[in-house]
């Protein structure tokens, strides 16, 4: 099954850190730029981090910037958010996005992972 499979979610005290994964199964990340979004109750999708294919190139809104690092390990087809610092409103069930930025013959290509629950409270 094509899939992206997360793990890492949890419960985590503010100030706290948390790493979050994100890993292919069934094919490669190597030509996929990956994106962590989040969503929180009652509020719309957020992006909160992004890498491209090579790895060179990440960005991340302000709302996050200096605190969530993304980075990606292709020997282990496997892409990861450490979060460090977390507060309340770091609360949300994350997503991982792959969609394939190399040009190929299935260019644009994505999956998403099924989420996994961070909460950030005492």
């Known amino acids: 099954q094509l899939q992206l499979v997360q793990s890492g979610g949890g419960l985590v005290q503010p100030g706290g850190s948390l790493r979050l994964s994100c890993a292919a199964s069934?094919?490669?990340?190597?030509?996929?730029?990956i994106e962590w979004f989040r969503q929180a109750p009652g509020k719309e999708r957020e992006g909160v981090s992004c890498i491209s294919s090579s790895g060179r190139v990440t960005n991340y809104p302000d709302s996050v910037k200096g605190r969530f690092t993304i980075s990606r390990d292709n020997a282990k087809n496997t892409v990861y958010l450490q979060m460090h610092g977390l507060k309340p409103e770091d609360t949300a069930v994350y997503y991982c996005y792959a969609q394939i930025t190399k040009w190929r013959y299935d260019y644009g290509t994505s999956y998403w992972g099924k989420g996994t629950q961070v909460t950030v409270s005492s």
């Open positions: 069934g094919f490669t990340l190597d030509d996929y730029a």
